[in-house]
C-alpha cells in the first residue's frame, strides 16, 4: 500500500505562511502525478493542487496565486507553500497520488492540520 506522510502544519495567523511536506513511499512522487487536498470535519475532502510527472502545476481557484506545490524527486517529496493564509484555510491536508487513469489512490495518510487565526 502506498504511503504517504504529511507533515508541516499548525497555527498561523492570518497573512501568514507555511510549508507542508509529503513523504511518499519508494518512487511514488517522482513516477506519479501528485496532489493536495484539503478537508474541514464534516465537509467533503476539496481537491487544492496537483504537479504532474513533468512538473506542471494547476490549483483551484480559491488558492491560486498564494499556494504552490513543488516536488523533490530524490527525496521522493511533495511540498506546498501556503502564503498569504485565510482563515477559510484552515483545514487537514493531505497528499496522494494520482494514477495513471486518473483516479487517486485509495490510500489516504492521517493529514497535517493547518489552522488559520488571530
Known amino acids: 500500500q502506498v504511503q504517504h506522510v504529511e507533515s508541516g502544519g499548525g497555527l498561523v495567523q492570518p497573512g501568514g505562511s507555511l510549508r507542508l511536506s509529503c513523504a511518499a513511499s519508494?518512487?511514488?512522487?517522482?513516477?506519479?502525478?501528485m496532489g493536495w487536498f484539503r478537508q474541514v470535519p464534516g465537509k467533503q475532502r476539496e481537491w487544492v493542487a496537483t504537479?504532474?510527472?513533468?512538473?506542471?502545476?494547476t490549483y483551484a481557484d480559491s488558492v491560486n496565486g498564494r499556494f504552490t506545490i513543488s516536488r523533490d524527486s530524490a527525496k521522493n517529496t511533495v511540498y506546498l507553500q501556503m502564503n498569504s493564509l485565510k482563515p477559510e484555510d484552515t483545514a487537514v491536508y493531505y497528499c496522494?497520488?494520482?494514477?495513471?487513469?486518473?483516479?487517486?489512490?485509495?490510500?489516504w495518510g492521517q493529514g497535517t492540520q493547518v489552522t488559520v487565526s488571530s
Open positions: 519508494g518512487s511514488i512522487s517522482s513516477s506519479y502525478a
Open positions: 504537479i504532474t510527472r513533468g512538473g506542471s502545476t
Open positions: 496522494n497520488r494520482q494514477e495513471f487513469s486518473g483516479a487517486w489512490n485509495v490510500y
